[in-house]
């Protein structure tokens, strides 16, 4: 697997998440929008290798403090996406009180990695303990950003339960993967729930060769002589809307 670190920051997919990154920042201009969990209808629609690409954009930003929680007791997979071991993690620090510092990575200088750890017989009840609820209050003192990994809300509470301790949602949505009724079902049922969702990312979206074309155009100019033109940006599309939030 190839780790999210090592993923060309000029790439198309690289841009595609600086996009998602803008739109989560505008997403809700009048409340201070922190903490951000993501979830789905169902597995594998690409929750975590999206949440992991968009926290790691976020790190990318000048002086911007990011923490990315595997919160999916049920299918811990974020450590993977970083290379890191999840012998340790959050469940050590709420069940033993082994302090936070010893449970997270430092991936880089302000992306951390916080894995779910020893994994507990009773993830719901732990979700929505006072502990948990308290742990996500003092984190986000320590941190510009907090995202978090759930498993997906079609199959499980967790997510609908978190939803309630953080400051917006964001649903990932496999492209010809998820049955639209079940995840439209699935959304309502977070609403009902109060969660304040931000938007959703279209994941696994194939996109045609032109937008490839004019991403790489842009990079090329980028690299030659510093700056594309308007003009150049114009001819080749850059100024077209285009559908924002998606990841192929
Ligand atoms: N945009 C994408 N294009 C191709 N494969 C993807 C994409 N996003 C995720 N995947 C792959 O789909 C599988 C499931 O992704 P994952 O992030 O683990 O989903 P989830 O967390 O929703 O269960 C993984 O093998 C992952 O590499
Ligand atoms: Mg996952």
């Known amino acids: ?148 990994d759930t498993p997906p809300v079609g199959v499980v509470s967790d997510a609908t339960i978190i939803s309630k301790n953080v400051d917006g949602v964001m649903y990932v949505v496999g492209a010809n993967e998820t049955d639209l009724s079940h995840a439209q079902v699935a959304i309502e049922n977070l609403r009902k729930a109060d969660a304040n969702i931000l938007g959703s990312v279209l994941n696994k979206y194939a996109m045609n060769q032109s937008s490839y074309a004019y991403y790489s155009y842009y990079y090329n100019q980028d690299e030659c002589t510093g700056r594309a033109t308007r003009k150049k940006k114009k001819k080749f599309g850059l100024f077209r809307k285009k559908k924002l939030s998606s990841v192929r």
């Open 1 to 148: 697997m190839q780790k999210i670190t090592e993923l060309d920051q000029k790439s198309p997919i690289a841009e595609a998440y600086r996009t998602i990154r803008t739109n989560i920042s505008f997403s809700d201009v009048d409340n201070e929008i922190q903490t951000i969990l993501f979830t789905s209808t169902k597995q594998n629609e690409g929750k975590s290798t999206v949440i992991s690409n968009v926290a790691y954009s976020f790190s990318k930003l000048e002086n911007c403090r990011v923490l990315l929680m595997d919160l999916d007791l049920r299918n811990p997979t974020v450590h993977k996406m970083f290379g890191v071991s999840n012998t340790y993690g959050l469940m050590d620090n709420l069940k033993n009180d082994r302090p936070i510092e010893k449970c997270i990575h430092k991936i880089e200088e302000n992306i951390h990695v916080l894995p779910t750890g020893s994994m507990p017989p009773n993830p719901t009840e732990i979700l929505s303990s006072k502990k948990m609820a308290s742990f996500l209050r003092e984190i986000k003192g320590k941190y510009d950003y907090v995202f978090i």
